[in-house]
Structure formats: structure tokens, C-alpha cells
């Protein structure tokens, strides 16, 4: 066992958290899906800024991203839009970096 900061376990246990409620997010997409099926679905769209989901998704990656000495980064200015905060999800836009060889910066707008 090696020995680490305890600023890096934080990190750790701050992407498990993180990590399971995107599990917890797709469990409710999958009984979302049996409420569409059954016409029970509804969207609940409000002004947002897109800049807030992006940045925590980039942060949640980057404790898997520095496994494989990858930082990302995300320069971007605020994005405002329309949409439901609750299934907004963005890792699938952001994860393939993380496979990148070198520092990769995630995308401005997803």
C-alpha cells in the first residue's frame, strides 16, 4: 500500500461520491425510460448556464484523468440555455480525453 496526502484521498472519495450519484442518475434514466414508455414522462425545462455541469463533470474526471498523467482543463465563459438540471449528464462528451497521451482541455461547449 502506498502512501498519499490526505488531499488525494479527498479527491478519491469525492469522485466515488460523484461517481455514484452518475450510477444513482442512470438507474432513474433506465425507470425514465418505463415512464416514457408509458406516457408518464415529462421534461421540466429553466434558464440555466451549461458552464456549471461542465466544469463539475471535468472535475469529476480529472481524479481518472491523473491516473494516466492527463489534466484537463476547461477554459470556457458562461454558457446560458434551457434545460432540465436533473439529466443533464456530460461525461460521454468529456471521458474519451481522459484516453488522451497528453494534457487535453475538455471542449467549450457540450
Do not use: W
Amino acid at each position: 500500500m502506498r502512501d498519499r496526502e490526505p488531499e488525494k484521498y479527498q479527491a478519491a472519495l469525492k469522485t466515488c461520491e460523484a461517481s455514484a450519484q452518475h450510477i444513482r442518475g442512470l438507474v432513474e434514466s433506465l425507470l425514465e425510460l418505463a415512464r416514457i414508455d408509458s406516457g408518464e414522462f415529462q421534461i421540466k425545462k429553466s434558464p440555466s448556464d451549461l458552464a456549471e455541469p461542465t466544469a463539475h463533470t471535468v472535475d469529476m474526471l480529472n481524479t481518472l484523468a491523473e491516473a494516466k498523467h492527463i489534466r484537463l482543463t476547461l477554459k470556457q465563459s458562461p454558457v446560458p440555455a434551457e434545460f432540465d438540471s436533473s439529466r443533464i449528464c456530460l461525461i460521454d462528451s468529456i471521458a474519451p480525453a481522459t484516453s488522451a497521451p497528453t494534457t487535453a482541455a475538455a471542449p467549450a461547449s457540450a
